[in-house]
């Protein structure tokens, strides 16, 4: 069983709500991000998303727009990103799931990626803009890597196209609530939670809830009906805000224990 | 690669030219993007629609657009005469109104009252805010920043044509970015807004799409070379940005595979990275133009090492673009047509050279076409005719132009 997988028969088991939280690797560098990444996971994380910075990133909003920017302008690349990644290995356990856009994955290459994501200690990838129509092949060489390939799922998107997707997909689901960019929003639609159960009217994976999620009230509330909540901006926010705050970590911590502070619900 | 010269051009159902093309898009788009595919196949079979938009194409645009015989500048080459396909006549000043009409019509029938986007030089935007004041439709046109300085005189048309103009201040602030904030926009209201793309790029069925509007520049000129010198062409020269007014001038003579098809991209101020918007000019010292994935499509892209887009530059707006449409991408692997590239230096000298010899002043877009078109009638027979598509007007550059110490100036006295 895959590391992520295990991870969530473990929450399931404990009748747990996931946290998965979001960062741009190299935001604000690379040193930083291997603090972060610590922290989150010591703060509560159960799946750590790490963001590739791109210069073209048509999926985001301008919180995590400008994390690319930062990253970019420190010189991060995809090499260094996964060796940021082989350096922490050894002193968290925490799934890590790689998301990317597909330009920077494809320069170098699928094989050469599916390879060094294993050796590395990735566990799953996600490409933002590469749907299952154009993933056959990567698909097939994560799987021989044993690196789960994440999709997301959309609420526009049709049963036809769910049941083809998920049957690509292992690890889980990233279900994304609503149609839009990254980004805080007020209210959680309650698309996602339609979206959720047309997810599992076709398959057994977990379901991970995520894009405009900010406040405690709505991770609890994506608890009820999900298996885990993604939070990204939110929290690249916070980096953003703290960034040459000396204790930033700190504060990041406790804007994630807040985000995850226990109600009834955690436990449900 | 093997080079073998092919003689037809279709993608397949995902919109695969060979490897380029396809759909690279966040999964947000994909349920548009298959609406959109299906109401185009409807209406490509519909005569009613092709009726509907050929009444507007002649009443509205002014099609056909002529065929001009430009002597002053065919004999300025000394060789094959050259005929200008005059898309700058067209309506707004710009093919690019054959594609607006065409995705506008469809954006009605699909019910969008909403319709948003991108431009570069502006043309597209004018275009679009045209064909949005004539349905009473509404009209957002991202603009990158810069090219709100360069473009100011589109910008007020736009305006004044009652669009809402929002500029771009993102990345490189020129048409790439332009394109992503319209990208964004259209996953956020992906249900009532219309993404009217304005070149053979983007996700399935776009590149196809736009070819078909704009291959009515083909198909006509086509019958107009016939018609006037009795015999096709030897070449076709067109400017290439995401490729719009080359492909619908060269697609309805791919199968004519004695006619050269040459697309012409920018070459800017130099070789190095960033100085140009060479796409086809491969190697790392010139930017790099590799395969690679940008706004939903599989082409040639401009970028570094890691993937990432790179920067850059064109005295032309509508031609500073890191990507390149998928077709061209495919043709010029299959060997069907070749490209080439003009520098800013050699764009002015086009645009002075055709707006002193013959009275028509292009854009600087268009303008990178005239002097390769030049090059190719000298080394050519005098029974022999090329066409260079004149895409737009030149109206909108003048000022920037002004701008420009003209180095060509003492050059035509001797004419
Ligand atoms: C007059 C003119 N020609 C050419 C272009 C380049 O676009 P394409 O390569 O799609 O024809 C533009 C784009 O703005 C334009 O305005």
Redesign the interface.
């Known amino acids: 069983m895959s590391r992520i997988a295990e991870k969530f028969s473990e929450l399931k088991r404990a009748r747990r709500g996931g946290f998965i939280p979001f960062i741009t690797a190299g935001d604000p560098d690379l040193a930083t991000t291997e603090l972060l990444l610590v922290e989150l996971a010591r703060a509560g994380a159960d799946v750590i998303e790490l963001g590739v910075p791109f210069s073209d990133p048509v999926a985001d909003g301008e919180v995590i727009q400008r994390a690319s920017e930062r990253a970019l302008r420190n010189g991060v690349t995809l090499c260094d990103v996964l060796d940021c990644v082989a350096r922490i290995r050894p002193r968290m356990a925490t799934p890590i799931v790689l998301f990317s856009y597909f330009n920077p994955l494809l320069q170098f290459g699928e094989d050469n990626l599916a390879r060094e994501a294993q050796r590395v200690g990735i566990d799953g990838v996600l490409v933002t803009d590469l749907i299952p129509e154009e993933a056959e092949s990567w698909t097939k060489k994560l799987r021989e890597y044993d690196v789960d390939p994440i999709f997301l799922v959309a609420p526009t998107t049709s049963d036809a196209r769910l049941a083809r997707i998920v049957s690509q997909a292992s690890g889980f689901i990233y279900a994304i609530s609503r149609a839009g960019v990254t980004g805080p929003r007020a209210d959680l639609s309650n698309e996602a939670e339609a979206l959720t159960q047309r997810i599992r009217k076709v398959s057994a994976l977990p379901v991970a809830v995520g894009f405009g999620i900010s406040t405690n009230e709505q991770v609890k509330s994506v608890w009820r009906f999900a298996d885990a909540a993604v939070i990204g901006s939110a929290i690249v926010a916070e980096i953003e805000k703290n960034k040459s705050d000396p204790n930033m970590l700190g504060h990041v911590g406790n804007f994630v224990r807040d985000l995850l502070r226990p109600g009834e619900d955690r436990h449900s | 690669m093997a080079r073998s010269t092919i003689n037809r051009s279709e993608p397949d159902e995902?919109g695969h030219w060979g490897e380029f093309g396809?759909?690279?898009?966040?999964?947000?788009?994909?349920?548009?993007l298959?609406e959109l595919t299906r109401e185009f196949a409807h209406a490509r079979d519909e005569t009613d629609f092709w009726s509907e938009l050929e009444q507007l194409r002649r009443d509205y645009c002014g099609r056909p657009t002529p065929l001009f015989h430009a002597q002053r500048l065919s004999a300025h080459a000394g060789g094959a005469q050259i005929f200008l396909k005059r898309e700058d006549l067209a309506h707004t000043g710009s093919h690019k109104i054959n594609n607006a009409l065409g995705q506008v019509l469809l954006a009605r029938r699909m019910g969008k009252r909403r319709i948003i986007a991108e431009t570069g030089a502006g043309q597209h935007g004018v275009a679009t805010a045209t064909v949005c004041a004539l349905f009473g439709l509404r009209c957002v046109v991202y603009m990158g920043a810069e090219d709100v300085r360069r473009q100011a005189l589109n910008v007020f048309r736009m305006r004044s044509l009652g669009a809402e103009v929002m500029t771009v201040n993102?990345?490189t602030r020129t048409l790439?970015?332009a394109i992503?904030e319209a990208?964004?926009d259209w996953?956020?209201?992906?249900?009532d807004t219309y993404y009217l793309l304005g070149s053979a790029l983007g996700p399935h069925p776009y590149p196809l799409m736009v070819r078909e509007f704009q291959s009515v520049i083909g198909r006509e000129a086509r019958e107009q070379i016939l018609a006037q010198n009795g015999k096709l062409p030897r070449a076709l020269v067109a400017c290439v940005g995401g490729g719009s007014n080359a492909i619908g001038l060269f697609h309805p003579f791919i199968g004519d595979e004695q006619v050269r098809c040459i697309g012409v991209e920018a070459g800017g101020r130099g070789e190095a990275a960033g100085e140009h918007a060479a796409r086809f000019h491969s190697g790392l010292t010139s930017g790099g133009g590799?395969v690679?994935?940008?706004?939903?499509t599989k082409s040639y892209?401009l970028?570094d090492?890691?993937?990432?887009?790179a920067n850059t530059h064109s005295i032309s707006a509508g031609l500073d673009y890191a990507a390149v449409g998928p077709e061209h991408a495919y043709l010029r692997d299959a060997g069907r047509a070749e490209y080439i590239c003009a520098s800013d230096a050699e764009a002015l000298e086009g645009f002075s050279l055709c707006t002193k010899l013959e009275g028509i002043t292009p854009a600087l877009e268009s303008s990178h076409a005239i002097l390769p078109a030049l090059r190719l009638a000298k080394n050519l027979s005098s029974d022999d005719a090329i066409i260079m598509n004149l895409s737009g007007r030149g109206d909108k550059d003048v000022q920037l132009v002004a701008d420009v110490d003209l180095t060509v100036e003492g050059d035509e006295s001797h004419r």
């Open positions: 995902h396809g759909r690279y898009v966040p999964e947000t788009l994909v349920a548009p298959e993102s990345g790439k970015d992503n990208l964004r996953v956020t209201n992906v249900r590799r690679g994935v940008l706004q939903g892209v970028q090492r890691h993937g990432q887009i």
